[in-house]
């Protein structure tokens, strides 16, 4: 058995005794102002994850508090894609709005002189109304790094999950050819998945070998909570000879997440990239490649 790392007004009224007309309410909401799209990487190894904590500890509070403190205003954020504690991003992008005029370099460095060093702004464009962050992609790109060997290696804890066992990469490629394509992806959804549907269409998922490292690249037009890790986890079952190579054929047509593997670590997991309209050039498309798997 291969063994892994540890496994988001009110109106005024009017006295009845006076006779001066009411002032009209004013209005319910504030006028929006310009809409920015932000690209934003990090390394989510010490963070508890993108959505906003109570502790105040997750990436989006501290994207936040630094962006508001740039603007002077409370600023909040939309994202691509909420990830969970311990995966890192490439290509997050989020838009946020605001009524104040700050140049380009004030949203981008100047909000990363205030953001600790895992986490850093990467570029940024003002976008008309019809951008919206999470609900405007058309696809998105994760990869996934696995590191094989005997014994574990200190500089790839936190950012590459691991097999101490000898895989069949040919066998995993096999068994990937049968997840490409439109399928319910039930056998590979968390049980606390909010998805009001199972179905996705999963554009590619490819497996190469860089040095020690085993990278999967998956594309999508959107995922089920931790489908890629629960993806990773079955292609590295069939990958150590637990299961044959037409299992994953067997668990799409199962729907039953019981029968599948466990989840595999957080640790290898990177939102690499977000596609969106060609009107909206963000550079978070195509994806980019974690640093550790360059070819």
């Known amino acids: 058995m291969s ?13 009845p005794t006076s006779s001066v007309a009411p002032a009209p309410a004013p209005a319910a909401i504030a006028p929006a102002g310009q809409r920015f799209a932000l690209r934003v990487a990090y390394d989510g190894a010490s963070f508890p994850g993108w959505q906003t904590q109570p502790s105040g500890a997750a990436i989006q509070d501290l994207l936040e508090r630094a962006l508001s403190s740039i603007a002077g205003e409370r600023i909040a954020t939309v994202c691509a894609g909420r990830t969970d504690a311990g995966v890192h ?14 140049s380009t370099s004030a949203w981008v460095r100047g909000v990363n002189a205030l953001l600790p060093a895992q986490v850093a702004a990467q570029e940024v464009r003002e976008v008309d109304e019809g951008f919206h962050a999470r609900y405007g992609a058309l696809r998105r790109a994760y990869s996934y790094l696995l590191y094989r060997s005997p014994t ?12 101490f066992r000898p895989l069949d990469v040919d066998r995993m490629r096999e068994a990937a050819a049968a997840l490409v394509g439109e399928h319910d992806f039930s056998a590979f959804r968390s049980s606390q998945c ?9 554009d590619r998922l490819e497996i190469r070998e860089s040095g020690p490292l085993v990278v999967f690249e998956l594309e999508a037009n959107a995922f089920l909570h931790h489908m890629v890790r ?7 079952w069939i990958g150590v000879g637990r299961r044959p190579a037409d299992w994953t054929g067997e668990l799409l047509a199962a729907r ?13 997991l990177y939102l690499a990239g977000v596609e969106y309209p060609a009107r909206y050039d963000i550079g978070s498309w195509p994806p980019t490649s974690p640093p550790l798997a360059k070819a």
């Open 256 to 268: 039953d997440r019981r029968l599948a593997a466990p989840t595999f670590a957080p640790d290898g």
């Open 89 to 102: 991003a490439l290509g997050q992008v989020v838009h946020f709005e605001t009524r104040v005029n700050r």
């Open 194 to 202: 909010q998805a009001r549907s199972p179905v996705r269409r999963l």
């Open 152 to 163: 574990r290696h200190p500089l790839y804890a936190g950012r590459a999950g691991w097999s």
């Open 3 to 15: 063994r892994v790392s540890a496994v988001r007004a009110g109106s005024a009224t009017q006295s």
């Open 230 to 236: 629960n993806l990773v986890g079955a292609l590295v």
